[in-house]
T-cell receptor
Framework: SQTIHQWPATLVQPVGSPLSLECTVEGTSNPNLYWYRQAAGRGLQLLFYSVGIGQISSEVPQNLSASRPQDRQFILSSKKLLLSDSGFYLC???????????FGNGTRLTVT | AQSVTQLGSHVSVSEGALVLLRCNYSSSVPPYLFWYVQYPNQGLQLLLKYTSAATLVKGINGFEAEFKKSETSFHLTKPSAHMSDAAEYFCAVSDNTNAGKSTFGDGTTLTVKP
C-alpha cells in the first residue's frame, strides 16, 4: 500500500533562518506531488505542485521554493524565513485525474 | 477557474442528530468533487469522492453526499452524529488536467454535543 512521510512534525525557526521540509512517498510511481499551506481557520492554499522529476509549478509568488530531486521525494525550502511563513504545511500525492489526494501528517512551522 | 464555497464555518449538532455540511462549487468543466476530514494536527483523510458516476456517493464512517448539478452543490450528510465525528471538514474540487490540482473550501468545524 502507499504511504507518505513528512517531517519534521513541528519546527520553530527564527526569522531569517533557512528552511527545508521533506516529503517522501512509498508504494507508487510517478505520483503528482503537492505542497499546501493551511493558515489557522482557513482552507488549504496550494503552493507548489509537480508532475515529474525536476518539474515544479508555483501557484503563489512567495518566499518559498520547491524541488523534486527524485520521483517520490518533494522538498520545500526557503533561504530566509519570514514571520508570515508560519503555518501548517501539508504534503500530498495524487494520481492522474480524477484522483483524490493523500496527505502527510503535516509540519507545523512557527517562525519567531 | 474553479472554486468551492462552504457555507458555515462552524456547525454544532447533538449526538444522534443529522449532520449536514454544505458545499457549493463553481467549475467551467464537469467537476470532480471530494470531501475530506481533518483531525487536530493531522493531515486530511478522504471521506468520499464524486467522479461523474452515481450522484449519491457513499463514503466512510456513514457519510454520504449528493451531487446536484442544477444547484451546483455537493452537501455532506450523516443521519446520526457520533462524538467521534467532531473534526474539520473540507470540500474540494479538482481540475481535469493531468496535474489534478485541487481547490479547497475554507472548511467547516463540526462540534458534536453529548
Amino acid at each position: 500500500s502507499q504511504t507518505i512521510h513528512q517531517w519534521p512534525a513541528t519546527l520553530v525557526q527564527p526569522v531569517g533562518s533557512p528552511l527545508s521540509l521533506e516529503c517522501t512517498v512509498e508504494g507508487t510511481s510517478n505520483p503528482n506531488l503537492y505542497w499546501y499551506r493551511q493558515a489557522a481557520g482557513r482552507g488549504l492554499q496550494l503552493l507548489f505542485y509537480s508532475v515529474g522529476i525536476g518539474q515544479i509549478s508555483s501557484e503563489v509568488p512567495q518566499n518559498l521554493s520547491a524541488s523534486r530531486p527524485q520521483d517520490r521525494q518533494f522538498i520545500l525550502s526557503s533561504k530566509k524565513l519570514l514571520l508570515s511563513d508560519s503555518g501548517f504545511y501539508l504534503c500530498a500525492w495524487g494520481g492522474t485525474k480524477p484522483s483524490p489526494l493523500h496527505f502527510g501528517n503535516g509540519t507545523r512551522l512557527t517562525v519567531t | 477557474a474553479q472554486s468551492v464555497t462552504q457555507l458555515g464555518s462552524h456547525v454544532s449538532v447533538s449526538e444522534g442528530a443529522l449532520v449536514l455540511l454544505r458545499c457549493n462549487y463553481s467549475s467551467s468543466v464537469p467537476p470532480y468533487l471530494f470531501w475530506y476530514v481533518q483531525y487536530p494536527n493531522q493531515g486530511l483523510q478522504l471521506l468520499l469522492k464524486y467522479t461523474s458516476a452515481a450522484t449519491l456517493v457513499k463514503g466512510i464512517n456513514g457519510f454520504e453526499a449528493e451531487f446536484k448539478k442544477s444547484e451546483t452543490s455537493f452537501h455532506l450528510t450523516k443521519p446520526s452524529a457520533h462524538m467521534s465525528d467532531a473534526a474539520e471538514y473540507f470540500c474540494a474540487v479538482s481540475d481535469n488536467t493531468n496535474a489534478g490540482k485541487s481547490t479547497f473550501g475554507d472548511g467547516t468545524t463540526l462540534t458534536v454535543k453529548p
